[in-house]
């Protein structure tokens, strides 16, 4: 009797070993943070990581776990390649989680290929286009999604409230608009989309204004700046950069509108110029201190992952790497149900609904849709501004733009 | 240092040609198409992951070998081969979606539109030397980023370009495991070439060149002529690893092509050993699979609870990109000659063991 006891035990143990093992799925993450961009790439990361640690001890996805790995990739993309490799042969990664500009795009191919998707935090226009439609799209890029508004129509949508800004404040004449940025993939990706709509509205383009991504004294460009007599200046650069240049443009006397870029807009930011008014930037979901928003319950839960105080303050870079993984895991979720979690299906998952938010994080993320011919998940950008005195920052909501999904602006 | 010959007692050498053969013995020869055979087998041995850390490896291999023909033979400096890296990738893009020449001929193409790019930038090499030629050649490098982010029609702007898949007889190599043989195909021309180069009249030229230019003159060698050619080989090695690298990604991004990279080049033959053609390809291993290699110890300490916090994760991060910048340190201080130089020590010491010398 014992040994048939035991005989069931280990036969059972078996099973529940290779149950698990069978119900785990593997989805690599790859961040910089300490590379080029790891100041930003730090905050977004930490979100990505805590969603997707929160998931696993919340029961995965219905039961499957998700088997991760958080990699350093230090914004090399020889690195990123080598790491999406092992992931790909090693574990049969069936998703990703990335940064950057480089590494998505290098990885463009290589995900298509392999029917992997590669959710990133690189929003340039030209990867929602899945069919390349588009004759202006260089390459298609299928297996590509991101959540927010991609670079060119957060622009778009801050051009637009610009020209009712203008007309509000009773301006007269044609107002002026500058591109100011590095003249690099990532500044540069909205730079003609954006210069075009704002010509379409009346807006005069001057010059794009090249200021480097690494901060320095810029009072040269910003007297540029104060010549040009630009009264909105979009930053595209972020960071260290756009601190020293608003620095820079506030000794000289420059002082446009400033229209940030997703990343160049937090409160971390306002914080290190120190006194700035009329800072306008998008932001893709509430913010950690928003009240009565029934999603940041389980935004604050899922930052106890790192933080077991709950207390630390988190950015809205932050918040965007946690919806990232929840949409994943939505889809993944669908595609459980409908045949099985691999690649193909989780794609098929990202297509299945409309105007879907996911399950408790109501009023975090927006409400997103995506085809199999249109990856601009979201067309709908909050915008923000803010101001700072003394290094303390406010902010304040002014108003949401909701864009045309122009099929002249698909992949653009 | 390179010259330093092990052959077995009694293999004399009666003439010149004898005297520069590639192999400096019939057992090293064997040993090296061993080891061409050793690694075609590597994709049905090891997996995807491998397979890409070769592929990476025989890139970057070519282009660092242009740059140790500059630096390591002809005593120039170059701090923009990244940038000609990047030409190559683009060029190799531009020449096959404009004119639809297969991807494996546009390839050489690109070496060769590379080598005139780098032909005009070595212009002043003709002049300069030393730390003017390091800055002519840091300018190379911001003029040609920005040209990428610039010249729409040749790069496709800051949206970048597209690069179509290597196509051999109709057949298209889209996975790694047939890139791999692209890539080995290239790696061993591309090395002989090298390895041929410095045997030739050019190369002891060259060398003439970097040991002393003014004797080099004396003996009736023209300074300018070599050093301008040694800039267009360089960059044409440049131009092929790059061109390969692009169509490997099938998209080529002007951001990939930064300092960092040209520094990271030089890296790799200051590690594997100026001056030798074997010490560069142990170099740029030694470069790609030093992060590899620092992840996995890195990965190997999750094992432990206290290692998966958050602080400790980025903690290790930031260990593991320090370390690259302490090798570079540790090899200058206690290797200044490379890893070839080290790897011919090894081969002294079994060869002459139990005498010290």
Redesign the interface.
């Known amino acids: 009797m014992k040994r048939l006891i035991a005989a069931t035990a280990m036969v059972a143990t078996g099973l529940s070993v290779t149950a698990a093992k069978a119900d785990e799925v593997f989805v690599g993450h790859l961040m910089d943070?300490?590379?080029a961009t790891g100041f930003i790439g730090?905050f977004y990361a930490?979100g990505v990581?805590d969603a997707l640690s929160y998931v696993n001890t919340h029961g995965g996805i219905d039961g499957t776990i998700l088997d991760s790995?958080?990699?350093?990739y230090?914004y090399?993309?020889?690195?990123a390649?080598?790491?999406y490799?092992?992931w790909?042969?090693?574990n049969e990664m069936i998703a990703m989680q990335g940064w950057g500009?480089?590494d998505t795009?290098?990885l463009?191919?290589?995900a298509a290929?392999d029917k992997v998707p590669v959710y990133s935090a690189s929003y340039s226009g030209?990867l929602t286009d899945p069919t390349a439609k588009n004759p202006?799209t260089?390459?298609p890029a299928p297996y590509n999604f991101f959540y927010g508004a991609s670079y060119s129509d957060a622009c778009r949508a801050m051009v637009q409230w610009a020209a009712e800004d203008w007309k509000a404040s009773g301006g007269s004449g044609k107002p002026v608009f500058s591109h100011i940025g590095d003249?690099?993939?990532?500044p540069?990706?909205p730079?003609e989309a954006c210069a075009e709509y704002a010509t379409e509205l009346g807006f005069e383009v001057t010059e794009p204004v090249v200021v480097s991504m690494k901060p320095g004294d810029f009072k040269a460009q910003c007297l540029t700046i104060k010549e040009a007599g630009t009264n909105y200046g979009y930053l595209a650069n972020l960071g260290p950069s756009v601190v020293s240049l608003v620095k820079s443009c506030d000794t000289v006397g420059a002082t446009p509108k400033w229209l940030a870029n997703i990343w160049a807009g937090d409160v971390e930011t306002l914080k290190t110029v120190g006194d700035v008014e009329n800072y306008v930037f998008p932001a893709m979901t509430s913010f950690w201190t928003d009240e009565g928003v029934p999603g940041m319950d389980l935004v604050r839960e899922i930052s106890k992952m790192?933080d077991s105080s709950g207390e630390q303050f988190r950015t809205h870079h932050y918040i965007r790497g946690i919806c990232s993984v929840y949409y994943m895991k939505e889809a993944m979720e669908w595609a459980k149900a409908n045949g099985g979690i691999t690649g193909e299906n989780i794609k098929a998952g990202m297509y299945a609904r409309t105007d879907w938010v996911p399950k408790g994080l109501e009023g975090v993320c927006m409400p997103a849709t995506w085809t199999a011919e249109d990856h601009r998940g979201i067309n709908t950008v909050n915008i923000y501004s803010g101001s700072a005195k003394g290094g303390e920052p406010t902010v304040e909501k002014l108003t949401t733009v909701t864009l045309p999904r122009r099929d002249d602006w698909l992949g653009y | 240092m390179a010259g330093f010959s092990m052959r077995p007692c009694g293999d004399f050498r009666t003439t010149y040609r004898q005297d520069t053969r590639i192999f400096d013995t019939t057992v090293v020869r064997n040993a090296a198409i061993l080891g061409v055979i050793a690694t075609a087998l590597i994709p049905f041995v090891l997996d995807g992951y491998y397979v890409n850390l070769f592929i990476q490896i025989s890139y970057f291999a070519i282009a660092a070998l242009g740059l140790n023909i500059l630096v390591g033979f002809t005593g120039q400096i170059s701090l923009g081969h990244a940038a000609f890296f990047g030409f190559g990738a683009f060029a190799s893009a531009w020449i096959n979606n404009t004119t639809g020449i297969p991807v494996l001929l546009s390839i050489p193409l690109a070496g060769l539109m590379t080598a005139a790019v780098g032909l005009l930038f070595g212009l002043p090499a003709a002049r300069i030397k030393g730390l003017y030629l390091a800055i002519a050649t840091l300018a190379a490098q911001f003029i040609l980023e920005d040209f990428f982010a610039r010249a729409d029609w040749f790069t496709g702007g800051s949206y970048g370009a597209a690069a179509n898949p290597v196509n051999v007889f109709g057949y298209e190599v889209l996975d790694d495991f047939s890139f791999f043989y692209v890539c080995l195909f290239f790696l061993v021309i591309m090395y002989l070439l090298g390895t041929n180069l410095m045997r030739s009249r050019d190369g002891r030229a060259f060398v003439a060149v970097r040991d002393h230019y003014l004797s080099a003159e004396i003996m009736g060698i023209n300074l300018t002529k070599y050093r301008l050619m040694s800039f267009a080989i360089s960059s044409f090695y440049a131009g092929i690893g790059g061109a390969m690298y692009g169509h490997y990604l099938g998209f080529v991004s002007a951001e990939g092509f930064t300092i960092l990279l040209s520094i990271q080049f030089l890296g790799m033959i200051i590690i594997g050993g100026l001056g030798s053609v074997k010490g560069t390809l142990m170099g740029t291993i030694f470069m790609v699979l030093l992060p590899e290699v620092m992840e996995n110890g890195v990965g190997l300490l999750s094992v432990f609870d206290w290692a998966n916090s958050t602080a400790v994760t980025d903690g290790l991060a930031y260990i593991k990109e320090m370390a690259i910048g302490l090798a570079i340190i540790l090899f200058l201080i206690f290797e200044p000659d490379g890893l070839a130089h080290r790897w011919q020590q090894i081969r002294a010491y079994w060869k002459l063991y139990p005498f010290s010398y």
Do not use: L, M
């Open positions: 943070i300490t590379g730090k930490d990581r790995e958080s990699v350093d230090a090399k993309v020889p690195q390649i080598a790491n490799k092992k790909r042969s090693r500009t480089g795009e290098a463009i191919s290589f290929q030209h202006k260089a390459k003249n690099h993939p990532y540069n990706a730079k790192s």
